[in-house]
């Protein structure tokens, strides 16, 4: 059980570092749209991410709607990144 845990503490270390790349890249996006004049929130981007997610979740044999929540909470921790300077 031991070695199962530690796999899975190394995966918890590679989500976590996908997360911060996630976030600089969404701050970079927020310049841009800053630029733009644009707003931080595009609904039709997440609406359709989440439904490519959704899909993309069925594939790997995970719950869509339980993926889709889990996708919720990386859009407001992208969003809140993009919010500050």
Same mark, same amino acid.
């Given at each position: 059980?031991?070695?199962? #845990?530690? &796999?899975?503490? *190394?995966?918890?270390? #590679?989500? !976590?570092? %996908?997360?911060?790349? =996630?976030?600089? +890249?969404? $701050?970079?996006?927020? $310049?841009? @749209?800053?630029?733009? /004049?644009?707003?931080? #929130?595009?609904?039709?981007?997440?609406?359709? %991410? %989440?439904? $490519?997610? /959704?899909?993309?979740?069925?594939?790997? @044999?995970?719950?869509? &709607? !339980? +993926? @889709? #929540? +889990?996708? *919720?909470?990386? +859009?407001?921790?992208?969003?809140?990144?993009? $919010? =500050?300077?």
């Amino acid at each position: 059980m031991a070695a199962f #845990r530690q &796999e899975i503490d *190394r995966l918890d270390d #590679r989500i !976590l570092e %996908l997360l911060k790349a =996630r976030v600089n +890249i969404a $701050k970079k996006i927020a $310049k841009v @749209k800053f630029d733009k /004049g644009l707003p931080i #929130r595009d609904e039709q981007r997440e609406r359709e %991410l %989440l439904t $490519k997610i /959704g899909s993309k979740a069925e594939g790997f @044999k995970l719950d869509p &709607e !339980l +993926i @889709k #929540r +889990i996708f *919720r909470e990386i +859009i407001e921790l992208s969003v809140e990144a993009q $919010k =500050r300077p």
